[in-house]
């Protein structure tokens, strides 16, 4: 069986004088699953309103106080980032129809579905086996004022005062279809939530408020973070995650951390293999648990788990018991990456 549950980057950050941290990049797959025979996706904005929604859309935006334009821009940026982040999947090749002009409701509502003779248009223009489309896009702003005391220094004083904090929230709404026109099916249809938000600090009321982003182009940038965010839901994609190992417990334990800072997981792994049934039973347990996570590097996830519960069950190691926890979720993780990576 082929693996993809991958370790990219390695980062050590020493954090006690008898283990290190290691940060690695491992490929998690995505919460949709979406069908072997699409590989080339085209990107479509379909949020913006029809000709005969426009008005609709303007007159509300005059009562509660949204702007159009930035909803309009926001949504664009939606798409871009989406493209964007899919740019380092493994699985799709994305493309972005930017010169295509189909409208929807402008609103909160999704439109009616894409006739299937436009979608087939659209995939043979762009090559693409699938049509995404974002068919709603919705934001929603809130500020907020909160005082809190503070103190700062001056020479040799400290000086106590009130210190305004300003804060934006931009939340974002999105709507997505996936159109799949070889089988004629939408295979997702949902809607998202994402939100971004800044903070600004100072003395001065009008100075933190200052500090804050312009709301158009708070809503841009959320919209793209939503886009990106929506990458995830679709495609198996890098992530960074942190992990541990035991670098001191005696001269050979120092030396695999030398082999391990320099990416050799095996040479490691036959240093700490010496250990493994040793008379201290803290060395065994700290051993077999380094084992699991040099075979999890390697990518053997079930050795890993073998070692990990050798070191709890064994010797006693309780970090090992949480470890064989995020070992079980990488195995599952696996078995849906090896259905999501099929190519046909």
Same mark, same amino acid.
């Given at each position: 069986?082929?693996?993809?549950?991958? *370790?990219?980057?390695?980062? *050590?950050?020493?954090?006690?004088?008898? +283990?290190?941290?290691?940060?690695?990049?491992?490929?998690?797959?995505?919460?949709?699953?979406? /069908?072997?025979?699409?590989? +080339?996706?085209?990107?479509?904005?379909?949020?913006?309103?029809?000709?005969?929604?426009?008005?609709?859309?303007?007159?509300?935006?005059?009562?509660? #106080?949204?702007?159009?334009?930035?909803?309009?821009?926001?949504?664009?940026?939606? !798409?871009? #980032?989406?493209?964007?982040?899919?740019?380092?999947?493994?699985?799709?090749?994305? $493309?972005?129809?930017?010169?295509?002009?189909?409208?929807? +409701? #402008?609103?909160?509502?999704?439109?009616?579905?894409?006739?299937?003779?436009?979608? @087939?248009?659209?995939?043979?223009?762009?090559? =693409?086996?699938?049509?995404?489309?974002? @068919?709603? *896009?919705?934001? &929603?702003?809130?500020?907020?004022?909160?005082?809190?005391?503070?103190?700062?220094?001056?020479?040799?004083?400290?000086?106590?005062?009130?210190?305004?904090?300003?804060?934006?929230?931009?939340?974002?709404?999105?709507?997505?279809? !996936?159109?799949?026109?070889?089988?004629?099916? !939408?295979?997702?249809?949902?809607?998202?939530?994402?939100?971004?938000?800044?903070? &600004?600090?100072?003395?001065?009321?009008?100075? =933190?408020?200052? %500090?804050?982003?312009?709301?158009?182009?708070?809503?841009?940038?959320?919209?793209?973070?939503?886009?990106?965010?929506?990458? *995830?839901?679709?495609?198996?994609?890098?992530?960074?995650?942190?992990?541990?190992?035991?670098?001191?417990?005696?001269?050979?334990?120092?030396?695999?951390?030398?082999?391990?800072? /320099?990416?050799?997981?095996?040479?490691?792994?036959?240093?700490?293999?010496?250990?493994?049934?040793?008379?201290?039973?803290?060395?065994? #347990?700290?051993?077999?648990?380094?084992?699991? $996570?040099?075979?999890?590097?390697? %990518?053997?996830?079930?050795? =890993?788990?073998?070692?990990?519960?050798?070191?709890?069950?064994?010797?006693?190691?309780?970090?090992?018991?949480?470890?064989?926890?995020? $070992?079980?979720?990488?195995?599952?993780?696996?078995?849906?990456?090896?259905?999501?990576?099929?190519?046909?």
């Amino acid at each position: 069986m082929r693996h993809y549950l991958l *370790f990219l980057v390695v980062i *050590f950050v020493v954090v006690s004088c008898k +283990t290190t941290s290691v940060t690695v990049q491992v490929l998690k797959p995505a919460p949709i699953s979406i /069908t072997p025979k699409i590989n +080339t996706i085209v990107f479509a904005n379909r949020s913006l309103p029809a000709k005969e929604e426009r008005f609709k859309n303007v007159l509300e935006g005059a009562i509660t #106080g949204e702007s159009i334009l930035a909803d309009r821009r926001g949504s664009e940026e939606c !798409i871009k #980032g989406v493209v964007a982040k899919l740019q380092n999947s493994p699985r799709f090749e994305p $493309l972005l129809a930017g010169d295509l002009n189909i409208r929807g +409701t #402008g609103t909160r509502q999704f439109p009616p579905a894409l006739d299937w003779n436009v979608v @087939e248009d659209i995939c043979k223009k762009y090559q =693409a086996d699938a049509l995404i489309t974002l @068919e709603t *896009f919705d934001s &929603n702003n809130t500020r907020d004022m909160k005082e809190r005391q503070a103190e700062r220094k001056e020479g040799e004083k400290v000086i106590k005062y009130t210190e305004f904090l300003a804060t934006l929230n931009v939340q974002i709404e999105t709507g997505w279809r !996936i159109y799949f026109p070889s089988e004629k099916r !939408i295979v997702d249809q949902n809607i998202y939530m994402d939100g971004r938000s800044w903070s &600004n600090a100072s003395d001065a009321r009008k100075r =933190a408020e200052a %500090g804050l982003p312009f709301q158009d182009q708070a809503i841009a940038d959320a919209g793209y973070y939503a886009g990106q965010q929506y990458a *995830f839901r679709i495609s198996p994609m890098w992530i960074s995650v942190s992990r541990f190992y035991y670098r001191k417990g005696n001269a050979d334990f120092e030396a695999a951390d030398r082999r391990g800072k /320099t990416s050799d997981w095996k040479g490691a792994a036959e240093i700490w293999r010496k250990h493994i049934n040793s008379n201290d039973p803290k060395l065994a #347990g700290n051993a077999c648990y380094n084992m699991a $996570l040099a075979c999890a590097i390697e %990518g053997d996830l079930e050795a =890993a788990m073998d070692w990990a519960k050798k070191s709890y069950v064994n010797y006693g190691n309780k970090k090992a018991r949480y470890y064989t926890n995020i $070992l079980q979720q990488r195995i599952y993780d696996q078995s849906r990456l090896d259905e999501q990576m099929k190519q046909q």
